[in-house]
């Protein structure tokens, strides 16, 4: 029989996970889509996620770690989407496919 704890964990989109900084236990509660997020940028960094996470943490201002997680990758995508664009909007310029003809 399902309980009350397991309906309430189906249904809530953010997910806990424990890491250690800096010699410290600490819990960290993010949506998945930001999980996922923070696991693609670390693929991309070559990096663990925890270190990825302990150089978010380090560079922080004042504000808790959950949110500067988000806004971190927010940022690295919108930034990633305005280079990937501004590539695109380049390679559409007069002229840009002349050598192909």
Do not use: C
Not at 15 to 43: Q, Y
Not at 50 to 55: D, Q
């Amino acid at each position: 029989m399902e309980t009350r704890q397991d309906r309430k964990r189906r249904r809530s989109p953010v997910a806990k996970h424990s890491v250690e900084l800096a010699g410290h236990k600490t819990s960290i509660s993010l949506e998945k889509p930001f999980w996922d997020g923070l696991r693609v940028i670390a693929r991309n960094e070559n990096i663990s996620v925890v270190t990825l996470v302990e150089r978010i943490d380090t560079d922080r201002a004042g504000i808790n770690l959950s949110s500067s997680i988000r806004l971190f990758v927010l940022h690295y995508f919108k930034t990633l989407s305005q280079v990937s664009s501004s590539k695109t909007t380049s390679d559409l310029t007069p002229g840009a496919h002349s050598e192909a003809r």
